[in-house]
């Protein structure tokens, strides 16, 4: 059974920056998307940046400028450098894994906590 484990989280000052890092444990080929979403307390959760396999990259605007989603298809796995963290940044971060198909992954999550 394939897992997704996130690192990185933590706590950061506003304007600092964070690497947080997804890989997928087991064997596991044709990965298409691979994705970034968080979620803050009390609210649903929203996407903030993915990378498809053709090599294209989409980000929520709230973080455009500032988010850089990268990706080793070799490694099975996805960074998001995330630079000039704002408190409303803060959130716990869900890496998503996608087949053609249906088939989806999902990590358990890394609390990320912009704060002075």
């Known amino acids: 059974q394939v897992q997704l484990v996130e690192s990185g989280g933590g706590l950061v000052q506003p304007g600092g920056s964070l690497r947080l890092s997804c890989v997928a444990s087991?064997?596991?080929?044709?990965?298409?998307?691979m994705g970034w979403y968080r979620q803050a307390p009390g609210k649903q959760r929203d996407f903030v940046a993915n990378?498809?396999?053709?090599?294209?990259?989409n980000y929520a605007e709230s973080v455009k400028g500032r988010f850089t989603i990268s990706r080793d298809n070799a490694k099975n796995t996805v960074y998001l450098q995330m630079n000039s963290l704002k408190p409303e940044d803060t959130a716990v971060y869900y890496c998503?894994?996608?087949?053609?198909?249906?088939?989806?992954?999902w990590g358990q999550g890394t609390q990320v906590t912009v704060s002075s």
């Open positions: 998503n894994f996608r087949k053609p198909g249906g088939w989806d992954a």
């Open positions: 990378s498809l396999s053709g090599g294209s990259t």
């Open positions: 087991g064997s596991i080929f044709g990965i298409v998307v």
